[in-house]
């Protein structure tokens, strides 16, 4: 394990890769746009938190040593603080030393579906904290090493099971392990000339159970679907046994038990297999890049392509303040050229709309394409070279959080969605509150939001919050930030599209499902995990559960 630098950032940033660092211009335009000054930065990069010693009782270790191998029941602080939490923009300011930061007290990393199952039993019975950890990109807290009630926690690291078990080529059917990385499963399941199509932004390093206990959503959803509609079956490990669900393409056999699993977070079981259905790799794509004028002509233009269903696998929507960080920050491509193309077209609040088709022909492609433009009239087409550029840094952004947080500003993105009728107000209502949040001396932070996962009657928003970090109190300034966006969503819109309950969002989840509804997941996990062992505090709102 590549130690401090792992330990303290988000890990995304590669040793000299060359889109980790902050550009020169990106830096002069948010110091003007925001009054960032370097100097603001209160946390030295570089410093570790410090971890408190193991509070695992030896007589447990030996257990747990006994079920996975004594090798594979790790307590050393390097390892420990590795799986202390996710990557929000607190859990990595946590981890740079601000803040209250919870650590496993030891990282147990079982080696198959039964030895899980063991592990599950043994915390059980002796009233350990079980927190599953895929790989560790949550970003709402929900892998925050919680005690709940008890004396101890381990961090349940899937690594191991790291296996496609098996393809069913005639169903198009794929069996997992639930530690297979994306990428992996990608390469795995290429070899066989299949995709899955899930590319959500942290695909580099989720897992297919993390994918699967929260109920993700990747970038090309549009063409792919999201991870619960590829979810063809499930194995659980629970406290009580092994669980599989799943044995035909469809059933009317009562409620559909799976979706009990997916989205259940670690709450219920920790998910060991998930089957998944594939498809067959696409041999072509095209992107390009489209711009709209005004937030409301660009979507209204997406809830066309959707309900005509001409939309391409991916379809992005940015508002004008995105498009113009796009603009400022990415390069690639002749900005200042394209500002005045746009000028001169007439276009005075540009967003830009990236479409991205996929087939399995050329003709396929064109006749794709051609079937989107018929339905997208009055937008400026940019072309390929700034749908490509889209493409090909769809999964930098996260690699210039290190490099944002250095430099002294408060990075961090939060999701939601609404119907077609409501998705405006949404959106200005989460601007409004991000922004009266943030706003110090009559600077305001960068509030930019986008449309990625469109449905028939809806779609999701994504913001990007940038300001300048507040050196007196930097977890404080985003706590509220978030608690205002998130009692502004709890009236308007899902408090999550995509990025789960965790601990962060569970106190506004009964504004949503209804106190009876939150009754309802109680009883289920005290039926599956009866002593209350497995990621406490996610998901299930509650009292407070611990030291976070
Ligand atoms: C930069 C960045 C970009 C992101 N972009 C996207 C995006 O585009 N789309 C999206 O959907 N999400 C996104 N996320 C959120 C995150 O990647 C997803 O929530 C992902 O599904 C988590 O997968 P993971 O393997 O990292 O799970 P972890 O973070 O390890 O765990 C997530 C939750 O699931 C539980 N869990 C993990 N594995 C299991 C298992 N096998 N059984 C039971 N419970 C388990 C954990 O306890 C935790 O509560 C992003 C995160 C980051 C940091």
Redesign the pocket.
Same mark, same amino acid.
């Given at each position: 394990m590549d130690h401090l630098d792992h330990l303290v950032r988000?890990g995304?940033t590669r040793a000299g890769a060359a889109d980790a660092d902050l550009p020169a211009h990106a830096s002069r335009w948010l110091a003007a746009r925001t009054g960032l000054r370097p100097a603001s930065t209160p946390v030295a990069p570089g410093s570790v938190a410090p971890v408190p010693d193991s509070a695992l009782p030896a007589a447990v270790r030996a257990v747990l040593g006994s079920i996975v191998g004594a090798e594979h029941v790790l307590v050393e602080s390097p390892d420990r603080l590795a799986r202390a939490g996710?990557?929000s923009y607190l859990d990595l300011l946590r981890r740079r030393g601000a803040g209250d930061l919870a650590v496993p007290d030891a990282v147990v990393v079982p080696a198959d579906p039964a030895e899980v199952v063991r592990v599950l039993a043994a915390c059980a019975e002796h009233g350990v904290a079980v927190?599953? &950890?895929?790989?560790?990109? /949550?970003?709402v807290g929900?892998?925050s090493a919680l005690r709940g009630g008890f004396d101890s926690v381990i961090a349940l690291d899937?690594v191991r099971l790291d296996r496609l078990v098996s393809v069913d080529p005639v169903s198009r059917l794929a069996v997992f392990q639930?530690?297979v990385p994306a990428p992996v499963a990608e390469r795995l399941l290429a070899r066989h000339g299949f995709t899955l199509g899930h590319f959500?932004?942290?695909y580099e390093?989720?897992?297919i159970?993390? &994918?699967?206990?929260?109920r /993700?959503?990747?970038?090309a959803s549009a063409g792919y679907g999201r991870?619960e509609d590829m979810v063809a079956g499930v194995r659980v490990a629970t406290p009580r046994g092994d669980w599989r669900l799943g044995t035909a393409p469809a059933s009317a056999a009562g409620p559909d038990l799976r979706q009990l699993v997916v989205g259940?977070?670690?709450a219920f079981?920790?998910?060991?297999e998930v089957t998944l259905r594939v498809r067959p790799k696409p041999v072509l794509s095209r992107h390009e890049g489209f711009v709209l004028d005004g937030w409301e002509a660009g979507a209204e233009a997406v809830r066309a392509l959707t309900q005509e269903d001409v939309r391409g696998a991916v379809t992005r929507l940015s508002d004008p303040e995105e498009t113009e960080v796009g603009f400022t920050m990415n390069g690639g491509w002749k900005t200042r050229a394209v500002r005045a193309y746009l000028r001169a077209r007439g276009v005075r609040e540009p967003c830009l709309l990236v479409i991205g088709w996929e087939a399995s022909s050329a003709a396929a492609l064109r006749a794709k394409r051609a079937a989107t433009l018929r339905v997208l009239r009055g937008a400026v087409p940019l072309g390929r070279p700034v749908g490509e550029a889209w493409r090909r840094g769809r999964f930098s952004?996260?690699r210039q959080?290190d490099a944002l947080m250095d430099a002294g500003v408060c990075v961090e993105t939060l999701e939601t969605a609404a119907h077609w009728s409501g998705l405006s107000a949404l959106r200005t209502a989460v601007t409004a509150a991000l922004t009266g949040s943030l706003t110090r001396d009559g600077r305001r932070p960068v509030v930019a939001c986008h449309i990625s996962h469109t449905y028939e009657t809806g779609a999701s928003l994504y913001f990007t919050v940038l300001v300048p970090r507040d050196p007196a109190d930097p977890v404080g300034q985003w706590q509220r930030a978030k608690h205002a966006a998130s009692t502004a969503i709890t009236t308007l819109g899902t408090i999550t599209h995509?990025?789960?309950v965790?601990v962060d969002h569970a106190p506004y989840l009964s504004a949503e499902i209804g106190d009876l509804g939150v009754d309802v997941l109680r009883a289920v996990k005290a039926e599956l995990d009866p002593a209350g062992v497995l990621?406490p505090g996610?998901l299930i709102p509650g009292p407070a559960t611990g030291q976070r």
């Open positions: 988000s995304w996710g990557l927190v599953p &950890f895929g790989g560790g990109t /949550s970003v929900g892998v899937l639930a530690g959500p932004q942290s390093r989720a897992t159970g993390g &994918f699967a206990a929260t /993700s959503s990747g970038q991870f259940s977070e670690g079981g920790v998910i060991t952004g996260p959080r995509h990025h789960a965790g990621n996610k």
